[in-house]
Nanobody, 125 residues
Framework: QVQLVESGGGLVQAGDSLRLSCAAS?????????MGWFRQAPGKEREFVAT????????YYADSVKGRFTISRDNAKNTVYLQMNSLKPEDTAAYYC?????????????????WGQGTQVTVSS
């Protein structure tokens, strides 16, 4: 059983930054999981934000966040991060961490894995 716990969300103003963290309880197998971040705004479907391979050398971003968001991972700490800069009101959503025994590309395309409970990010204009 894999458990994912997100943290770091909050209320910020447009242009501000936030860093989300996701602590995974996969044990020593964390390094074998592709990890990712997805988000869901009210009334919308969950959408892909970013994914990272277990080695960290294969990363994918949604076009809407490229150049503003950075995904990274620390396999020693079983944690994945999402650094969000230049936040916009349209980034407002619940952000979910995901883990899967798959490639980062597959996870980005919807490969089914494990999900956290989400953390809310609200960006005011």
């Amino acid at each position: 059983q894999v458990q994912l716990v997100e943290s770091g969300g909050g209320l910020v103003q447009a242009g501000d930054s936030l860093r989300l963290s996701c602590a995974a309880s996969t044990g020593r197998t964390f390094g074998r999981y592709a990890m990712g971040w997805f988000r869901q705004a009210p009334g919308k479907e969950r959408e892909f934000v970013a994914t990272i391979s277990w080695t960290g050398d294969s990363i994918y971003y949604a076009d809407s966040v490229k150049g503003r968001f950075t995904i990274s991972r620390d396999n020693a700490k079983n944690t994945v991060y999402l650094q969000m800069n230049s936040l916009k009101p349209e980034d407002t959503a619940a952000y979910y961490c995901a883990a899967a025994l798959a490639t980062s590309q597959a996870l980005a395309r919807g490969y089914s894995g494990y999900w956290g409970q989400g953390t809310q990010v609200t960006v005011s204009s």
